[in-house]
């Protein structure tokens, strides 16, 4: 049987401060730069020795 999920802990004070700050950091990439790096990506799974299975939905 599996064990019962634990609740969430609220974060309060300097680590809910902390969470937030860096939840605001986000850096934000342009159509461009995410295609880049799905490019690059796709490139190293084709050339990867290893057969890498992934799945992928574009919004």
């Excluded at 064990?3 to 609220?10: C, K």
């Excluded at 990439?29 to 020795?49: C, G, T």
């Amino acid at each position: 049987m599996a064990r019962p999920i634990r609740e969430t802990p609220v974060l309060k004070g300097e680590d809910a401060f902390n969470f937030e700050m860096r939840r605001l950091e986000v850096e934000h990439m342009s159509k461009e730069q995410r295609a880049e790096n799905l490019r690059k990506l796709e490139e190293r799974i084709a050339n990867s020795p290893i057969k890498i299975e992934w799945c992928c939905t574009s919004t």
